[in-house]
């Protein structure tokens, strides 16, 4: 590139609608002219530029009505590394003192360092997805050629980021009754905060997808009287159809007083069901190892016995443990086919149907494996509302919308802690601002 600047004079109020004049590698502009500018133009004239932010020519003093004279600069380093110039203005007149400088609290607030951009830039940045503090300081860098210390960061998060959220969000969540379809479901999530958790029972409405409470609190405080009270405030003047949830008893309880149907997650019976199952599952897997070994161990002795003796009791005891491998591997196959018709059971098209299914388990108890003889019993206690999806055609059988969103706004749950309370309630923030914004539907 030349090192001449290319351009003598800019004058660009067309563009800008306001004042730009680029003049000897001095920029006067006004301070509607975000810094951002002038670093695209630096790339431009491929040199760096004086920058002198001034209101004008021809002020008049507030205090006098005569004409403010220029004055010199006040000298600024915006986000610590761009030296900015502001124009200070005095009065002209004898006795008047009034003097100014050009004010620039748009672009950076009072008191502070780093300009707006650049504040906001760690909300942004996190909105796109979770991003470290480190991350967030090297992404600053890479565009404004600067790295606010960690300390910054949150500072920006907890005031320029939680205030943008709040404008950006407040349209977002609202919503009137006659949206919303009437079919909810509840769950709960326990996020960390510094190695403690927390709990964060959500509810949402299933068709629409809109969520109408999210909210956490400590984990001890979740008991069945906040259960019950976050449901009926949450859900208090509004139609309810149905509400899905896991097999959390409390729930059952309240539900049944609301008198509304209740759907509990197939998914999650299935889960409980698998989680009985693994047990057994292993033992008998345990079994099988253990017996393939032994028979490898005495097949590789078989040579080596010199009497026949020895050589046909050992083989005998392969033929043994052979045989029970051939028992364990029945047993797991009998266990894998009763899962198969449990699961059979939440498939069917219609209650009668289901029931028959379960009533066939459930009539030939004493000969199931334990376990399964165990859940089918439980089932027994909570069979209509397993089935309820198949009554009311509305009802999702499973709560994995909702689950779906929780792992959406709060992804990683398990391993992430986060430091503080409101980190963790700007992340759900976010994470709720963006699943509304791609996932809410009319109803
Ligand atoms: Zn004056």
């Not at 403010?68 to 502001?86: A, E, T």
């Not at 997650?265 to 693994?278: P, R, V």
Request: hydrophobic share 30%.
């Amino acid at each position: 590139m030349s090192k001449k600047p290319p351009h003598k004079f800019i004058c660009a109020e067309d563009v800008f609608k306001s004042n730009v004049k680029l003049e000897n590698d001095v920029l006067i502009i006004d301070p509607s002219v975000s810094p951002s500018f002038i670093r695209e133009l630096e790339k431009i004239v491929n040199k760096s530029i004086m920058i002198i932010y001034s209101e004008g020519e021809n002020l008049k003093c507030p205090l006098c009505g005569e004409k403010l004279s220029k004055n010199g600069f006040h000298n600024r380093l915006l986000n610590k590394s761009d030296l900015i110039h502001l124009q200070k203005y005095k009065c002209s007149k004898k006795d008047c003192e009034f003097e100014k400088r050009t004010n620039i609290d748009n672009i950076v607030p009072k008191g502070c360092n780093y300009e707006i951009d650049v504040r906001h830039e760690p909300i942004k940045q996190n909105e796109i997805s979770y991003m470290s503090l480190e991350k967030i300081s090297e992404n600053i860098d890479l565009k404004y050629q600067s790295k606010p210390s960690r300390q910054s960061i949150l500072n920006f998060l907890d005031n320029e980021g939680e205030k943008y959220l709040d404008d950006e969000c407040n349209d977002l969540f609202e919503y009137d009754n006659n949206e919303l379809s009437g079919v909810f479901a509840i769950d709960e999530q326990f996020p960390s905060v510094n190695g403690e958790y927390r709990a964060r029972p959500v509810i949402m409405d299933v068709h629409t997808n809109i969520i109408l409470n999210d909210t956490i609190l400590p984990i001890e405080e979740l008991d069945v009287d906040f259960k019950e009270n976050f449901l009926k405030t949450t859900l208090n003047g509004k139609t309810i159809k149905g509400i899905v949830s896991d097999g959390d008893k409390s729930y059952a309880t309240i539900i049944d007083k609301i008198k509304v149907p209740h759907q509990l997650c197939n998914f999650h019976l299935m889960q409980n069901l698998m989680n009985e199952l693994i047990k057994p599952i292993n033992k008998l897997n345990r079994k099988i190892k253990s017996n393939t070994k032994k028979i490898n161990d005495i097949k590789e002795k078989l040579p080596s016995f010199r009497s026949k003796k020895v050589q046909k009791k050992n083989e005998k005891k392969i033929k043994k443990l052979k045989s029970e491998i051939r028992k364990y591997k029945a047993e797991l196959k009998e266990l894998e086919n009763y899962k198969e018709r449990i699961s059979n059971i939440f498939k069917q098209k219609n209650v009668k149907k289901a029931k028959r299914r379960f009533k066939t388990l459930y009539n030939n108890l004493k000969n199931l494996p334990p376990v399964v003889a165990t859940f089918i019993q439980r089932l027994n206690k909570t069979f209509d509302k397993a089935v309820n999806h198949m009554v009311y055609e509305y009802l999702p059988s499973t709560n994995n919308q909702l689950e779906c969103y929780n792992g959406v706004s709060l992804p990683d749950n398990q391993k992430k802690t986060y430091r503080t309370d409101r980190g963790l309630e700007r992340a759900i923030k976010l994470g709720k601002k963006r699943w509304m914004e791609r996932n809410r539907k009319p109803n």
